[in-house]
């Protein structure tokens, strides 16, 4: 079956603590990215990549890191999270010519 | 004007009605268009994409205005499974892979 598999579902934590959120595609896509959503804001996309080793900024990336080792995994690194990333997290996937795929989402609360 | 900027809802409509959001884009350059479906609490779900004039699927009709940059998208005969957040996505920069998503549109369906 066709996945985008996050984890963790659901995380509460503290500042500073870094964390990592891992997303893995089974599709072999070559396009992946990470959006978050929060309350009257919608969807904004933090970053995304085109490729193994090819990465770019979204529309808010601060605070966040990404890595594209390999084609299947696209983990999204808070090094040190703040309270203003408490969020709901989206990873998508998606290969030529087809829409998005979305994981089922994180919901972080940094406290 | 706004990027992707969607009618602010909330639809509250009776079962049967039919209903009609809109949704405008800044980026005369884009060349497709989506309008994903997003259930409380759960990942955006591809609904239609718009490569042209429009598109229809069933109930659901799209359509593509670029000389007014704006997208409609229509929902016949409703029913209560269509309750739902209608998300508005136009490709950014001229590529498809960074999206930039409308805030949503609430549609709850009544019976």
């Known amino acids: 079956e066709a996945q985008v598999t996050q984890n963790p579902r659901y995380l509460i934590t503290v500042t500073g603590k870094k964390l990592t959120v891992t997303c893995s595609q089974n599709m072999n896509h070559e396009y992946m990215s990470w959006y978050r959503q929060d309350p009257g804001l919608g969807l904004r996309q933090i970053y995304y990549s085109m490729n193994v080793e090819v990465t770019d900024k979204g529309d808010v990336p601060e605070g966040y890191k990404v890595s594209r080792k390999e084609k299947r995994n696209f983990p999204l690194i808070l090094e040190s999270p703040s309270p203003n990333q408490t969020s709901l997290y989206f990873c998508a996937s998606k290969g030529a010519n087809q829409p998005q795929h979305f994981g089922d989402g994180t919901r972080l609360s940094i406290l | 004007r706004k990027e992707v900027e969607q009618d602010p809802g909330p639809f509250n409509v009776p079962e049967g009605a039919t209903v009609a959001f809109n949704c405008t884009y800044s980026?005369?350059?884009?060349?497709?268009f989506f309008w994903y479906r997003q259930d409380c609490r759960k990942e955006p779900k591809l609904l239609m994409s718009?490569?042209?004039s429009g598109n229809e699927d069933g109930r659901f009709t799209a359509q593509l205005n670029r000389a007014s940059q704006y997208i409609s998208l229509l929902i016949r005969d409703s029913k209560l499974s269509d309750s739902a957040t209608y998300l508005c996505?136009?490709?950014?920069?001229?590529?498809?892979?960074?999206?930039?998503f409308g805030k949503g549109t609430l549609l709850t369906v009544n019976p």
């Open positions: 980026n005369s350059a884009s060349q497709s």
């Open positions: 996505v136009v490709p950014s920069g001229g590529s498809n892979y960074k999206l930039t």
């Open positions: 718009v490569y042209s």
